[in-house]
């Protein structure tokens, strides 16, 4: 059953006297607990993707439903508690707060979410219980990063929404953290998708959608995801 | 499935906050200083102003105060019974007043004694409250005195004190202290300046004994009188001089214009005006520091504010989060203000009901005012908050994750003019066009430190202002060593006779009454003068500074008598004279003259008695003396009412100054902590957003003094240029309080003095180089290194 489907979605946007198309007519469905990889280049509108299916952007044209209920005619609270109770993000640069220590940040979340899960169980899940009163400057990339996952992951959202979450790290922090995140797409069913422009993360994904200046060019079942210690980039 | 442990916990995002404050504790001390020293000042002067208002009123009521006060030549005692028949008056009394030598151990001393009858009855006007001892008998020669002369004289019930009256010496025998709501402010005369409780004091004696002393068998010479609720006070008046005319009406003093009074009441309203003022001007600035460090806040905060948006909060739940900073400002400011405010209001009450002398201690802790007060400084925070913090609502979560564009670099207003342009150095050019690239902040620094610079420039100038006031009035405008009255009006060729009792120099007569100058409905009570044309004693100067004669004929009036009565050069006077039987008599104005003290009218002394009095008389000498026994001498003549030394008046002013240096001395400090939150604020919210610059100056090899003295250097810049504005701003605050302060008794012309403006400068400079020392500690810690690798720098 899909979860999310997007339907002729387009987005374009003024910059300057030129008009950029960041999106153009996509469309596509994701199942629920898939891993999905949405891969490309910059500039191939990933991320504006990313952000129209997080609630967070709206798109010039078509629609997105989760659950067969339309995102796309929501107004500016609905969004919100779109993105407070259904989504999680997991930023590039982790985005956590500095003046919070690791538990505080996720609690952050947690407060407003209205299913959250057990602070404890997740700070364990993500190997975080022994670094749970420490603030970012005390931590690594690998460990902050897993911080942004507590905190996306705590809020019980149905689907995960993932922009680049290697992409600061080395590459074996990057192998931890898809560990993780497969374990809660495993362990905790939630859908995750993963954008990329790492076609090696590729491998481990359930579905695969290529995107290319705007538009996809490729979207198919992986038949055969590998196990992610297995990933080499 | 999980969820809240405890209901009443704190939430993360305001945890988020508490640190953010505690990270930022500089500046939010800085703001919290200004608030509650505007709240602390408010809570203080409103409770210490309803305190005393609230004290003043009682006292008068209970103490039975006139609404009215009638000098007379001489009117039967039966008269003022007669008065109550009048529509409007309640009450009516008359006494005896006159005024005394007191006789002292030190021959050469000045003490003059105002001897007031009293009945000692309750319903009696204007009734003393009785501190120590016991009230006099009807007849006898006993005295109360007033609590004020007794404590400076060291005088106790039970002593004995020697008065001159008429060339003989009486005794009386002090049984009561008291105190009197006609003088809360002990002042002799308008002259005074400042009260000098050893030099003049009051004592309350038996009708018995005043009319002898005064000579007024049977009569009085003050008429006092309260008015119904709903009086016409005006009307009133007319019916009551009409009634009394005959015996000779000298004086009609109102309420209003009762010494004492009048200055309480202008005390009142300073104090009022300054307790809605400095308030204002400090949450104002307060509120402008807010605006600018949260509005910079949420710019470097841009990618946080996204992130909190991403997760799920609420525009409102996020503005919320920076308004909350201003709010516990406010509101934390505003408590500590208070209370502190309450702690001061019960000192500062106490300490104005002893310099006023009230017996009265009615001291409220009105705790409505710590409401206020809370709720005026949040309210204000908040909205401050608000506006500085609107900008949490336009960032779009999506757009937060990309980096800002950076601001397209534009050229500087001075690029323009090559000339001046090509000739500044490369660091120069830095500084100058840092200070322009944000100008609101630059502005906010500008009017701050010009605000700063004004209010130095004000408070510093009150010295010289009063001093060169003074200096003007006794050495420009008056010359004269000594000025002598007499009790009864004599012959010119009279005057002389003194030279037998005294050493003098030089000395002229003169002719001073009082009469009621009119010009349509414009009414003023003055004294005019008359002197010789050629008088040594007096250089008269028109409105223009140009020196100018008393004319033969009319008479030149002081610029205070010109605006009250809308006159001008030649314009025609109606002059009232208070001596029974008078005609009106209309004089012309010859000139219009500066006077800083006093209000006053002065003609040709011939022409004087000839129009308004009677020919060849005078009242009273001016001289100039080396003799050391002038006053010892002179108490002893019997047509001598009053010796007033001008060294002595000098004297009182200059201790009154001494209280004054504690007062600017404190507006000094407030001006500067102004002035120092500014700039350190604004200081450090531009090194938090120049961060990433910094840390590229630093790579390429400055040194971190030299990156602050590049600050140093743009704060500089704008401080010079505050400093030049802050002149015409502080001399335009210094026109509207000439304008506030000018009363009947003084004119004061505030434009500061050089002097003013260097101190004001050096205070000013000190509080901004302090400030900017203060940040060189935040710069030194600053990790230009990190700043580089932060994304959100």
């Given at each position: 059953?899909?979860?999310?489907?997007?339907?002729?979605?387009?987005?374009?946007?003024?910059?300057?006297?030129?008009?950029?198309?960041?999106?153009?007519?996509?469309?596509?469905?994701?199942?629920?607990?898939?891993?999905?990889?949405?891969?490309?280049?910059?500039?191939?509108?990933?991320?504006?993707?990313?952000?129209?299916?997080?609630?967070?952007?709206?798109?010039?044209?078509?629609?997105?439903?989760?659950?067969?209920?339309?995102?796309?005619?929501?107004?500016?609270?609905?969004?919100?508690?779109?993105?407070?109770?259904?989504?999680?993000?997991?930023?590039?640069?982790?985005?956590?707060?500095?003046?919070?220590?690791?538990?505080?940040?996720?609690?952050?979340?947690?407060?407003?979410?209205?299913?959250?899960?057990?602070?404890?169980?997740?700070?364990?899940?993500?190997?975080?219980?022994?670094?749970?009163?420490?603030?970012?400057?005390?931590?690594?990339?690998?460990?902050?990063?897993?911080?942004?996952?507590?905190?996306?992951?705590?809020?019980?959202?149905?689907?995960?929404?993932?922009?680049?979450?290697?992409?600061?790290?080395?590459?074996?922090?990057?192998?931890?953290?898809?560990?993780?995140?497969?374990?809660?797409?495993?362990?905790?069913?939630?859908?995750?998708?993963?954008?990329?422009?790492?076609?090696?993360?590729?491998?481990?994904?359930?579905?695969?959608?290529?995107?290319?200046?705007?538009?996809?060019?490729?979207?198919?079942i992986n038949e055969n995801p590998v196990a992610v210690e297995d990933i080499k980039w | 499935m999980v969820t809240r442990r405890n209901k009443f916990r704190i939430h993360k995002i305001d945890t988020m906050l508490m640190r953010m404050i505690g990270h930022s504790k500089g500046q939010f001390f800085a703001v919290l200083t200004i608030i509650l020293i505007g709240i602390a000042t408010y809570t203080a002067l409103n409770m210490t102003s309803i305190n005393m208002n609230n004290t003043?009123?009682?006292?008068?009521?209970?103490?039975?105060?006139?609404?009215?006060?009638?000098?007379?030549?001489?009117?039967?005692?039966?008269?003022?019974?007669?008065?109550?028949?009048?529509?409007?008056?309640?009450?009516?009394?008359?006494?005896?007043?006159?005024?005394?030598?007191?006789?002292?151990?030190?021959?050469?001393?000045?003490?003059?004694?105002?001897?007031?009858?009293?009945?000692?009855?309750?319903?009696?006007?204007?009734?003393?409250?009785?501190?120590?001892?016991?009230?006099?008998?009807?007849?006898?020669?006993?005295?109360?005195?007033?609590?004020?002369?007794?404590?400076?004289?060291?005088?106790?019930?039970?002593?004995?004190?020697?008065?001159?009256?008429?060339?003989?010496?009486?005794?009386?025998?002090?049984?009561?202290?008291?105190?009197?709501?006609?003088?809360?402010?002990?002042?002799?005369?308008?002259?005074?300046?400042?009260?000098?409780?050893?030099?003049?004091?009051?004592?309350?004696?038996?009708?018995?004994?005043?009319?002898?002393?005064?000579?007024?068998?049977?009569?009085?010479?003050?008429?006092?009188?309260?008015?119904?609720?709903?009086?016409?006070?005006?009307?009133?008046?007319?019916?009551?001089?009409?009634?009394?005319?005959?015996?000779?009406?000298?004086?009609?003093?109102?309420?209003?214009?009762?010494?004492?009074?009048?200055?309480?009441?202008?005390?009142?309203?300073?104090?009022?005006?300054?307790?809605?003022?400095?308030?204002?001007?400090?949450?104002?600035?307060?509120?402008?520091?807010?605006?600018?460090?949260?509005?910079?806040?949420?710019?470097?905060?841009?990618?946080?504010?996204?992130?909190?948006?991403?997760?799920?909060?609420?525009?409102?739940?996020?503005?919320?989060?920076?308004?909350?900073?201003?709010?516990?400002?406010?509101?934390?400011?505003?408590?500590?203000?208070?209370?502190?405010?309450?702690?001061?209001?019960?000192?500062?009450?106490?300490?104005?009901?002893?310099?006023?002398?009230?017996?009265?201690?009615?001291?409220?802790?009105?705790?409505?005012?710590?409401?206020?007060?809370?709720?005026?400084?949040?309210?204000?925070?908040?909205?401050?908050?608000?506006?500085?913090?609107?900008?949490?609502?336009?960032?779009?979560?999506?757009?937060?994750?990309?980096?800002?564009?950076?601001?397209?670099?534009?050229?500087?207003?001075?690029?323009?003019?090559?000339?001046?342009?090509?000739?500044?150095?490369?660091?120069?050019?830095?500084?100058?066009?840092?200070?322009?690239?944000?100008?609101?902040?630059?502005?906010?620094?500008?009017?701050?430190?010009?605000?700063?610079?004004?209010?130095?420039?004000?408070?510093?100038?009150?010295?010289?202002?009063?001093?060169?006031?003074?200096?003007?009035?006794?050495?420009?405008?008056?010359?004269?060593?000594?000025?002598?009255?007499?009790?009864?009006?004599?012959?010119?060729?009279?005057?002389?006779?003194?030279?037998?009792?005294?050493?003098?120099?030089?000395?002229?007569?003169?002719?001073?009454?009082?009469?009621?100058?009119?010009?349509?409905?414009?009414?003023?009570?003055?004294?005019?003068?008359?002197?010789?044309?050629?008088?040594?004693?007096?250089?008269?100067?028109?409105?223009?500074?140009?020196?100018?004669?008393?004319?033969?004929?009319?008479?030149?009036?002081?610029?205070?008598?010109?605006?009250?009565?809308?006159?001008?050069?030649?314009?025609?006077?109606?002059?009232?004279?208070?001596?029974?039987?008078?005609?009106?008599?209309?004089?012309?104005?010859?000139?219009?003259?500066?006077?800083?003290?006093?209000?006053?009218?002065?003609?040709?002394?011939?022409?004087?008695?000839?129009?308004?009095?009677?020919?060849?008389?005078?009242?009273?000498?001016?001289?100039?003396?080396?003799?050391?026994?002038?006053?010892?001498?002179?108490?002893?003549?019997?047509?001598?009412?009053?010796?007033?030394?001008?060294?002595?008046?000098?004297?009182?002013?200059?201790?009154?100054?001494?209280?004054?240096?504690?007062?600017?001395?404190?507006?000094?400090?407030?001006?500067?902590?102004?002035?120092?939150?500014?700039?350190?604020?604004?200081?450090?919210?531009?090194?938090?957003?120049?961060?990433?610059?910094?840390?590229?100056?630093?790579?390429?090899?400055?040194?971190?003094?030299?990156?602050?003295?590049?600050?140093?250097?743009?704060?500089?810049?704008?401080?010079?240029?505050?400093?030049?504005?802050?002149?015409?701003?502080?001399?335009?605050?210094?026109?509207?309080?000439?304008?506030?302060?000018?009363?009947?008794?003084?004119?004061?012309?505030?434009?500061?003095?050089?002097?003013?403006?260097?101190?004001?400068?050096?205070?000013?400079?000190?509080?901004?180089?302090?400030?900017?020392?203060?940040?060189?500690?935040?710069?030194?810690?600053?990790?230009?290194?990190?700043?580089?690798?932060?994304?959100?720098?």
């Amino acid at each position: 059953m899909a979860i999310l489907r997007a339907e002729h979605l387009s987005k374009s946007y003024q910059m300057g006297e030129i008009e950029v198309k960041a999106l153009r007519d996509t469309s596509f469905e994701i199942q629920e607990g898939e891993f999905v990889v949405i891969l490309g280049p910059s500039g191939s509108g990933k991320s504006t993707l990313l952000n129209i299916i997080g609630g967070m952007d709206l798109p010039t044209a078509g629609k997105v439903f989760l659950h067969e209920e339309e995102i796309t005619v929501y107004h500016e609270r609905e969004l919100t508690e779109y993105r407070r109770n259904k989504v999680g993000f997991i930023f590039q640069f982790y985005n956590i707060m500095a003046n919070l220590t690791a538990e505080e940040n996720v609690e952050l979340a947690t407060e407003i979410s209205q299913n959250p899960l057990p602070i404890d169980e997740i700070l364990e899940a993500v190997g975080l219980s022994e670094r749970r009163d420490h603030f970012p400057a005390q931590m690594s990339g690998g460990e902050q990063q897993r911080v942004s996952i507590a905190r996306a992951v705590a809020k019980n959202p149905e689907i995960l929404l993932c922009d680049e979450p290697t992409g600061a790290l080395d590459f074996q922090t990057g192998i931890t953290i898809l560990s993780l995140l497969r374990k809660v797409n495993r362990d905790m069913g939630k859908t995750v998708i993963v954008i990329t422009h790492n076609a090696d993360i590729a491998y481990m994904a359930d579905r695969v959608i290529k995107m290319r200046s705007g538009r996809i060019i490729d979207d198919h079942i992986n038949e055969n995801p590998v196990a992610v210690e297995d990933i080499k980039w | 499935m999980v969820t809240r442990r405890n209901k009443f916990r704190i939430h993360k995002i305001d945890t988020m906050l508490m640190r953010m404050i505690g990270h930022s504790k500089g500046q939010f001390f800085a703001v919290l200083t200004i608030i509650l020293i505007g709240i602390a000042t408010y809570t203080a002067l409103n409770m210490t102003s309803i305190n005393m208002n609230n004290t003043v009123e009682t006292y008068y009521r209970e103490n039975n105060f006139p609404d009215l006060f009638l000098q007379i030549v001489a009117v039967p005692s039966q008269e003022a019974e007669r008065l109550k028949s009048i529509e409007g008056v309640r009450e009516a009394m008359g006494r005896v007043v006159i005024d005394v030598p007191l006789v002292t151990e030190n021959e050469k001393e000045r003490v003059n004694l105002r001897l007031i009858t009293t009945t000692g009855a309750e319903t009696e006007l204007s009734r003393s409250t009785l501190i120590k001892g016991k009230m006099i008998s009807d007849s006898g020669s006993e005295a109360l005195l007033i609590e004020q002369f007794a404590n400076a004289r060291g005088i106790d019930v039970g002593d004995s004190i020697h008065i001159q009256v008429g060339g003989r010496q009486h005794t009386l025998e002090v049984t009561g202290i008291v105190a009197n709501p006609e003088y809360i402010y002990l002042m002799e005369n308008v002259q005074s300046l400042a009260p000098d409780d050893r030099k003049f004091g009051i004592c309350y004696v038996s009708e018995q004994f005043g009319r002898q002393a005064a000579g007024l068998s049977g009569s009085f010479n003050e008429i006092l009188i309260r008015y119904d609720d709903n009086a016409e006070e005006e009307a009133l008046i007319d019916e009551v001089e009409d009634a009394l005319d005959l015996y000779g009406v000298k004086q009609t003093i109102k309420q209003k214009d009762q010494l004492s009074n009048a200055i309480i009441l202008q005390e009142l309203t300073q104090l009022d005006t300054m307790a809605n003022s400095i308030p204002i001007l400090f949450l104002l600035v307060a509120g402008l520091i807010l605006m600018m460090m949260l509005s910079r806040l949420v710019k470097k905060d841009r990618i946080k504010i996204g992130v909190l948006k991403a997760i799920g909060y609420r525009n409102s739940q996020v503005l919320m989060h920076y308004v909350k900073y201003a709010l516990i400002a406010g509101f934390s400011g505003g408590s500590a203000g208070a209370i502190l405010g309450m702690a001061l209001a019960g000192g500062m009450t106490k300490l104005y009901l002893d310099f006023f002398n009230i017996p009265l201690l009615r001291i409220e802790f009105y705790y409505s005012f710590l409401l206020y007060a809370v709720l005026l400084s949040s309210v204000f925070c908040v909205l401050s908050g608000m506006i500085g913090a609107r900008g949490v609502l336009w960032i779009a979560p999506a757009d937060a994750m990309h980096s800002e564009a950076p601001k397209s670099g534009k050229r500087i207003l001075l690029e323009r003019i090559p000339f001046f342009w090509k000739r500044l150095s490369f660091s120069s050019k830095m500084v100058s066009k840092n200070i322009f690239r944000n100008k609101k902040r630059s502005l906010f620094v500008l009017a701050g430190i010009t605000l700063t610079y004004a209010m130095m420039l004000f408070t510093t100038s009150m010295p010289d202002v009063m001093n060169q006031m003074m200096n003007e009035h006794f050495r420009e405008f008056q010359k004269m060593e000594y000025n002598i009255s007499f009790r009864n009006p004599v012959h010119q060729a009279a005057a002389g006779d003194l030279e037998h009792l005294i050493k003098v120099d030089y000395m002229e007569g003169k002719l001073e009454y009082p009469f009621e100058l009119t010009n349509g409905n414009k009414k003023q009570a003055v004294s005019i003068i008359g002197l010789d044309r050629d008088t040594k004693f007096y250089t008269f100067r028109d409105v223009n500074g140009e020196k100018i004669k008393i004319p033969k004929r009319g008479m030149l009036i002081s610029e205070n008598i010109a605006n009250a009565l809308d006159v001008d050069n030649g314009d025609l006077v109606q002059v009232k004279s208070y001596i029974p039987n008078r005609e009106d008599v209309y004089i012309q104005v010859q000139g219009v003259i500066k006077q800083t003290l006093g209000i006053n009218a002065y003609m040709d002394v011939d022409t004087m008695g000839e129009t308004l009095l009677e020919k060849n008389v005078i009242n009273g000498i001016y001289a100039n003396s080396g003799d050391p026994d002038l006053y010892e001498e002179l108490i002893r003549a019997s047509n001598i009412a009053s010796v007033m030394s001008v060294a002595d008046t000098r004297a009182v002013y200059d201790q009154y100054m001494t209280m004054m240096a504690l007062s600017i001395g404190s507006m000094v400090i407030f001006s500067g902590i102004l002035g120092f939150c500014i700039v350190y604020n604004a200081t450090i919210v531009s090194l938090g957003e120049r961060e990433m610059e910094f840390s590229s100056l630093r790579v390429l090899g400055f040194s971190k003094r030299e990156i602050f003295f590049m600050i140093v250097r743009e704060n500089n810049g704008i401080m010079i240029a505050g400093l030049l504005l802050g002149v015409p701003v502080g001399n335009m605050m210094a026109d509207y309080s000439s304008a506030a302060f000018s009363t009947d008794m003084y004119t004061l012309d505030m434009s500061p003095t050089m002097n003013a403006l260097i101190m004001a400068a050096v205070y000013t400079i000190g509080f901004v180089l302090l400030a900017q020392l203060a940040t060189y500690r935040k710069i030194r810690k600053l990790d230009f290194l990190q700043a580089l690798k932060n994304r959100e720098s």
